[in-house]
């Protein structure tokens, strides 16, 4: 008896993992078989598969995953743009942080909202949040559709009345933790210790002990900027990674943002360690913290997924600018063309950001929740779409507006271009107002 409860049947498809491209062969065409629960069951030719179920959907076009954004802070599209042109510690202490110490629990859910909505139409259907407020959080995904991988902030300089960083942070993050963290749902949970320079070693610590009594993981900030490693040097004698290090934060599961700024023994310990890095070029670019050097960190044996960083360091998220720019500043930095293939930069779009978060996702194959999205073969700016150059074509022709349809765990949120489960025109009214009240009061 077969488990297919419907069948996508398309013109392309490009699982990611196992590689290469699924193309019509003598009449047949390529198609992905999902069950009721949401997961894939089958991909390949029809010819390959069961014979067809009666919920059988011709959508044409070029079927892929979902990308996977491994670093945001999603509810900062009400700062979107902000404070252009300073260095982060500026930008942070003069333009962010006093509209986020203004922000609701309203004004969180309004953001994530806008910035969920703005992802699923660019084909990013999982994204890992670092923030506050992480239940408006929750309750925004679980209107549009998304998946989210939350790691409640840590943080020193914000909301400390309300959050803090002592045992009632850990406690609460614990209690939130056994509400909604289910890796068979849309939703898991991580712990998010801001950075080396807002919070002590031991505190990292202590909440790094926390994820693994939960079974998860650490999200953290790590030598984004050359200011940022030298303070920590200043202050402990050693780079960050040593002083995590040393207080066991490596001992479970990590995902470090940024990492610009490693060295090449640095990465040695996280590659022995398996820790993750989340590249975020477009934000470090914009903010003139450097360029990660991608190419040696691959090399030292690290883990590396995509991440956007917040909207108003980026300013957007839809992770298309990332996945060409990656490889282009490593062909670039080290003269080399061949120094980050488009297949490569593809994967960690997908597959090994979803690895670095802990998640099945980023590759259509069975077992496999049904996350993906359609792209229109088409589009003037993605023809003639050869077979050939199609991966080369995706990475440095692709974009939200070649997005036209998207599942997550087999139900579509975005159908011909249009959100499918919220009122889009709704939440950017919305998201107007609640920005220009932060603005004019910070």
Partial sequence: MTRTAWRLVADRIIPVEPGGIISPIDGSRPAIDIDRFGVIVGCGLEANLPPAPPDRRTVGGLLMPGLVNSHAHTPMTLMRSVGDGLPLRAWLTDAVWPREGIMSPDDAF?????????????????????????????????????????????????????????????????????????????????????????????????????????????????????????????????????????????????????GVWLSSSDRKILSHANVSIAHNPVSNLKLGSGIMPLVETLADGVRVGLGTDGPASNDNLSLWQELALAPLLSRGTNHNSQAISADQALRLATIDGARALGLDVGRLAPGCPADIIRLDLDHPSLAPALEEDLVTSVVFAGGPHLVTDVWVAGMQVVAERGMTTVNTTAIVADAKKRAQRLARES
């Fill in 110 to 258: 309004a953001g994530m909202l806008l910035g969920s909505v703005e992802m699923l139409l660019a084909g990013v259907t999982t994204s890992c949040e670092m923030y506050l407020y992480e239940e408006e959080l929750v309750r925004a995904v679980d209107q549009t559709g998304a998946r989210m991988v939350i790691t409640p902030g840590v943080l020193a300089v914000l909301h400390a009345s309300s959050f803090g960083t002592g045992a009632d942070r850990a406690e609460a993050i614990r209690e939130f933790a056994a509400l909604h963290h289910d890796p068979a749902s849309r939703i898991t949970v991580g712990v998010g210790p801001h950075s080396t320079y807002d919070l002590k070693p031991g505190q990292i610590g202590e909440l790094a002990s926390l994820a693994r009594d939960l079974d998860s993981f650490v999200h953290v900030h790590l030598e984004e900027t050359q200011v940022e490693r030298q303070q920590v040097i200043a202050d402990y004698g050693k780079p960050a990674t040593e002083v995590l290090a040393e207080v066991g934060v490596f001992d479970g599961a990590v995902l470090a943002a940024h």
